[in-house]
Structures are given as C-alpha cells and as structure tokens.
C-alpha cells in the first residue's frame, strides 16, 4: 500500500495551479456562485438582505455537510444508516451548551471554532456506536442504526437534563467571541460562518477519499472477500468510516444550532434520518458532489414547494422511488452518464428520442400532480378551508369534470411514455457505445 | 394475581396480532433477503381499507376483501417495483420499500386525513366474553384470538403439507436449486410476497379497531414487528411465533409494572436522590421506557446474537 501511496503522492506533486483550476473548475464556480448568491436577491431599496433567501441558503449549506457525511457511510463504504441524525443532533445539542457554557464565562472559544464541538462530541458519539455496530453490516447494520436512532429520539424526549425535552434547549449565538470581531448577529455573518465550514468539510472530505482509507472502504464495500485478502479488517475500516463521518455530522449540528439558535428533539428525528437518506440518494450516491447536489435541490423543494403545495413530500417520495427502480445512480449519475457523449458532441442525436419520451412524460406527470392536488385539497386542504385555485381560478374538487381530466392525462401519459421507452433506452445506449469506442479511456 | 392473568391474556391478543404481521414479513425477509420497510404500510391499508368498506357494506365483508386487496398490492409490489430494483442489489430494494413506506403514510394522510377515523369493532361482537376478577374480557379480542390461531394454524398446514408450502421452504435456503428443478422461482416469490401482504392487510383489518386506526399506525408498529422477526431468527415460523409471545409480553407487563431502577436500588439498600450520578436517567419508570424496549431489543439482539431464536443464519 505504501508503494501506492507514493506513486499517488507523486502523481499530485506534478499538478500545478493550472490543472487544478481545469479539473476543479466546476466547484470553484460552485463557491463563487454560494458567495455571491445572498447579494443577487439583495434589496437596494431598502438596503438590507432577503431574509428567506439567506435562511434558504445557510439551510442548503448545512444540509450539503450532513448528505456528504452521510455519503462516506452509504456511498463510499456501502452502509445504509436510518439514524444518521443522531450525530448531527447530538453534535447540535453540544454546541448548544458550549454556547451557553462560553457565554455564562465557564471557558472561552471563538463563534468560529464551534463547529469542532460539536464534530468532536459527533466523533465521541460515532466510536461508541460505531464500535457496536460495524459488527454488521447490510440490512443488518441499517436495522441496528434505526434502533440506535429510535433510542436517541426517545431518550431526548424523556431527559430534559441534556436535551430540554420537547421545548429543546436554546442558546444565544452573539457570545463577542469572536476572532474576526463579528458579532453574529445579522444572518449574514452566519451564512458565511457556515459557507467556510461547508468548503472547508467537502474538501476534507473529498481528500478523505483519495486516501488508502478512503479506498479500502470502497474495496470493503465492494468485495468484503477480497479486502481482507490483501491484509485489511473490513470491520476496523467500516468503523474508521462510521466514525469520521460521525464527525462531520456533528460538524453539520453545530452550524445547525448556530444558525437557528434553538435544537430540539427534531434534530436527531427519523424524520431527518430519512430526509438526508433522500437527498443523498435523489443527488446521487456514486459521484462525490452528488450529495451536496441532492441537498441544494430538496432544500429548495421544501422551502419553496411547501408554499405552492402541501403534497410536496408525496412528490419527493414518488421522485425517490422512481430514481431507485430506473436511475439507482441518482441526477449525479445521469449528468455523468452524459457527460461523453456531450464531449463527443454527439448529445444532438439524442434530442429525438428525448423529445419523444419527455413529452408524454411530462403530461403524466402534469397528471399525477393533479389528481394528487385535488386529493389533498379534497381531504386536509378542506379541512384547513383552503380552496384548489388554478390560473386564479377556483376549481370544484366535488364535480367530476377535473378528476376526469387529470385521470386521462396521467393515463394517457404514462402508456405512451412506456410505450416509448424500448425504442429510447436503445438509441440511447447505441449513442453510448459509439462514444465509448471513440474514448476508449473514459 | 388477577392483574397477572388480565395481562397475560392482553400479551397473547397482541402477541397473536404480532404474529399475524410477522409471520409474512418472516417469509419474505428470509426469502428474499429484502427487509420489507412497507410491510407495516400494508397493515396500515388493510386497516383503513377495512374502514372504509365497512362504512358502507359491512364488517364481515371487509374481513375478506380489504385482506384480498392487499394482496394484490403486495403482488404489485413485488412485479413492478421489487423485481426491477432487485438488479441493483439488496440495499436498492431496501430503500424502494422505505420510499414505497414514505408514499404510503402520506397518501394516507392525504384520502383519510391526518386524525385517527372512527373504526369500530362491529356490533355483533361488542358484547362481554366473560368477566375476570372484575375485569371484563371483550368478545372481540377472544374474536382475534381465535382468526389468529385459525391464520396460524392455516399456514403451518399449507407450509408442511403441501407442495406449494415445500416448494416455498426449499426456496428459503436454496432457490438456486429449485430454480434448476423447473419451478418459476419468480412466481413463488410474488406467492409469497402477496400471501405475507394479504396476512398484514389482515392483521390491520382486525388490529385497526382494537387499537388506532391512524396514519402513524404504521411507523409504531413497524420497528416492533422487525425485532419480532429478527429475534425469531430467519426462516422460522416458530421462532417467529415465540418471539411474537414474548414481544407481546414484553410490551403488555411493561406497560403495567411502575418500577424504575431507582426502586430496584433503594430495595438494594443504596438511596437515590436527585444528587446522585444519572438520578435522571435511573428515575424512569418501566411504563415510559416501554416505548423504548423493542428498539433497545432490536439493537442488542443485532450485535450479540444477529442469528435470533431459532434462526439458522445470520440476518
């Protein structure tokens, strides 16, 4: 391994500036984008920020940290966990009271270096667990992470010691520790806090999966077998995986009990477990940026599809089970897909066929909205007086004229969508196989 | 003592209902090494199902037919979503039957609502069985004592008498090999996965009016059922059967004993007060914990004996 090791250090001792900025182009816009977004929605007039666009954005950052720690456990090293949220919980409530602790005088640490408190405290969590869990691994180790995560959730109701019970425990972030001399309080600030930890964390990340580590897991994940063959303990390598990415969990938390100033016994919830899962998995679990994809993505369907719709997560699942049956790479597995037959220049031939299944697709898909909105304004949207209004028109989710409607769009859609899909994956995948003869490398 | 007996007969009411929903997830777990996530989902259907059929035809009608369209579910399931991911391993068709379990609770929310519906037990059996000590024993529980044991007693026979029930026994170990001697392994596989969703879908039918018809029925009774089913070990309906006993008197005797740690220390001669180390933690008493017990069960029956009961290898 460390003639391996070696050759890579070499390998990387040659890049110079230039072919880092041409490989790695792609996420300096990425950062550049997250710099200057919260000024693109800023409002001159009144001179001050979007608010619901900073906590969108701080939000997405979060989340991005938590999808890529949970990626090295489900991605990189092929454990599926239910109960992720445990470590970005319990990493929230530390900071919490580390926040607390500082600004009462116990000990004194700057804003900036919170997020080690709680990564630490997420680290100390993921050795305990990990050390019992890694055991297994499969369904087996996914059941034993939901009842690890169940544990969690319940005992943060029923010790209000620790946790605060259901209220939670809050905590001022404006403690005038700070190294740069800001004060933390315009959200701003925060988001920037945030942004740096967030880049700071994948590129950790990242790096962490260049290592022998890194590629052990995924040699673990992909032939337990052999794995141990060439000397390693999958076992140790599952737990060294479990436990670093307890720690950028936990690194997840505390940014997360920064920016809100409250945790709660939401933060270590199911509800979050599953939610991470999805986002890791619709981004795409292959590709390292698939994660922070997915999470930038379901961020943006939450807060902005809550308000259009109440149905928004039937949505989110359908996408979900969708994604699972015909595309288990995710968007980022799609997009990497395409990627040589669009540097062949050969995506053009595809616009045909494409149209062809798009088309009839996106009329189910009209469809199946629709009867899910009349549905739901049928039984809850009724029930909390609120009307289907459509084009500023109400429409009467009684009569049988928008049901029809909608039935005969989804039907109509769906089978000539299916209808079409043979003679689409076929010209699809002989587009394929012309680039790969062309680019023999890739 | 009455209190024991009460209690006794409450445990083996759940632990039958248990059973009802365990002994299909079982088959399908130990079949298909797909840990079915929307298994409880299905329960949940053939509850509300039942409700709604109720309503208008009657009780005796939905015992048959929210059953049957559970069935046909689970025979959806199986064909269209579980047979296409099964390309992509294992933890694929996991995370399809998570998401199916997702889309499940929220479509249910969305026809039926977000409260508990008002499903009833059926008039004819809303009468005393006998009275205990005071305590009064419903009809109807003895009602789902009785399709429990019937249910069980229907799938011992199919499994061990049967060609269909040696045909499924010999793909639990060794599909391969059945395969090779000319059955449709495929086809056995959706037998099985409607039979377990049809027994779920009646479980809920006679479960949804002894407990809550709710759309939260299904997350609290999912985890309960999956430790029954590791606990019980793969591949065994017996061990399935003990394990529900035993959760369904975990379950019922936790609920009654008002004992905390604390209580147990003091009776040890150590006094514990609110100065002492983890006071809170050791002050809890049983009831509260009881929520708690089948995931502490769940998770040390993975790390020390992942084989369970009966089971003849590791889940």
């Known amino acids: 391994m460390t003639e391996v090791v070696a050759q890579r250090s070499g390998d990387s001792a040659r890049y110079d500036v230039r072919a880092a900025l041409g490989r790695f182009w792609p996420a300096f816009t990425f950062i550049a984008l997250a ?59 530390a900071t919490i009271h580390a926040l607390n602790a500082v600004a009462s005088g116990l000990f004194w640490l700057p804003v900036e270096l919170m997020p080690l408190v709680g990564g630490i405290s997420g680290l100390i969590f993921a050795t305990i667990f990990g050390y019992m869990a890694t055991r297994q691994t499969g369904t087996a180790y996914a059941m034993i992470t939901l009842g690890f995560g169940e544990l969690v959730s319940a005992a943060a109701v029923m010790f209000n010691g620790f946790f605060g019970g259901e209220g939670g425990v809050t905590a001022n972030r404006m403690i005038k520790t700070s190294f740069l001399g800001l004060s933390y309080g315009p959200a701003i600030e925060v988001y920037y806090l945030i942004l740096f930890w967030t880049v700071l964390s994948a590129g950790v990340m990242l790096l962490l999966t260049q290592v022998p580590l890194g590629r052990m897991a995924n040699a673990c994940r992909d032939n337990s077998e052999r794995a ?140 199946f909205a629709g009867l899910v909105e009349l549905t739901y304004s049928a039984s809850i949207g009724k029930g909390q007086g609120r009307a289907l209004t459509l084009f500023y028109h109400v429409i009467d989710t009684s009569s049988l004229l928008p049901w029809f409607v909608t039935a005969v769009l989804f039907a109509l859609g769906i089978a000539l969508a299916a209808s079409q899909r043979v003679q689409f994956l076929e010209s699809w995948a002989a587009v394929a196989e012309e680039t790969r003869v062309k680019e023999p490398c890739r | 003592m009455e209190l024991l007996l009460v209690t006794l007969l409450n445990a083996l009411v759940y632990g039958m209902l248990l059973f009802m929903l365990a002994s299909g997830l079982t088959l399908i777990f130990s079949m298909m090494g797909v840990l079915n996530f929307a298994h409880a989902s299905v329960y949940m259907i053939g509850a509300y199902v039942a409700y709604q059929i109720s309503r208008t035809v009657g009780f005796w009608p939905a015992l048959v037919i929210a059953p049957i369209a559970c069935g046909v579910v689970g025979a959806a399931v199986e064909i269209y979503g579980l047979r296409k991911a099964h390309r992509n391993g294992h933890i694929s068709e996991l995370l399809l039957t998570v998401g199916l379990a997702l889309l499940i609770e929220k479509g249910v929310q969305m026809i039926w609502g977000l409260a ?63 395969s090779a001697l000319g059955h449709n392994v495929p086809r056995v596989y959706t037998t099985v996965f409607a039979g377990g969703s049809a027994l779920a879908g009646l479980a809920g039918v006679i479960g949804g009016n002894y407990l809550v018809t709710e759309p939260a029925m299904a997350f609290t009774m999912g985890p309960i059922v999956f430790v029954v089913v590791v606990f019980g070990g793969l591949g065994s309906l017996l061990g399935c059967l003990i394990a529900s006993i035993v959760m369904g008197l975990v379950q019922s005797f936790a609920v009654v004993f008002d004992v905390s740690p604390a209580d147990l220390l003091t009776y040890l001669g150590v006094a514990v007060t609110p100065m002492t180390p983890f006071a809170e933690v050791l002050s809890v008493p049983l009831p509260r914990v009881s929520a708690l017990l089948p995931y502490l069960l769940l998770v040390l029956i993975l790390i020390f004996k992942p084989r369970g009961l009966m089971g003849t290898r590791d889940t």
């Not at chain 1, 989340?63 to 109960?83: P, V, Y």
């Not at chain 2, 003895?142 to 010999?170: D, E, N, V």
């Open chain 1, 228 to 367: 141990q063959f060439v000397g390693y303990d999958p076992r140790r390598v599952r737990f060294y995986q479990c436990a670093i990415s307890g720690f950028f969990a936990g690194i997840a938390g505390a940014l997360y009990a920064i920016n809100y100033e409250i945790v709660t016994y939401d933060a270590v919830s199911a509800v979050l477990s599953a939610n991470v899962l999805l986002m890791t998995f619709i981004g795409g679990i292959g590709v390292f940026w698939g994660p922070i994809l997915g999470a930038v993505l379901i961020t943006l369907l939450q807060s902005w599809m809550s308000l259009l719709s109440g149905a928004w997560v039937i949505y989110v699942a359908v996408l979900f089970v969708v994604m699972v049956i015909y595309a288990p790479g995710g968007i980022a597995g799609l997009i990497m897909a395409h990627l040589p037959i669009w540097r062949s220049g050969r995506l053009a031939t595809l616009a045909v066929p494409y149209l062809r299944i798009v088309m009839p697709s996106v009329t189910g898909i009209i469809g």
């Open chain 1, 35 to 93: 710099i200057v977004v919260p000024w693109l929605f800023f409002d001159w007039s009144k001179g001050r920020h979007s608010g619901f666009v900073i906590s969108l954005v701080s939000q997405m950052g979060v989340m991005s940290i938590f999808a890529l720690s949970f990626n090295m456990q489900m991605g990189q090293a092929g454990l599926l966990t239910f109960g992720h949220a445990v470590f970005l919980g319990l990493g929230g409530y």
């Open chain 2, 116 to 178: 508990p519906v008002p499903y009833r037990v059926p008039a004819a059996l809303d009468f005393t069985l006998f009275s205990m000590y005071g305590t009064n024993f419903p009809a109807y529980r003895g009602f789902m004592l009785l399709i429990s044991l019937f249910m069980f007693l229907a799938i011992w026979l199919l499994l061990t008498r049967t060609r269909i029930g040696l045909i499924i026994q010999a793909s639990l170990t060794h599909s391969d090999m059945v």
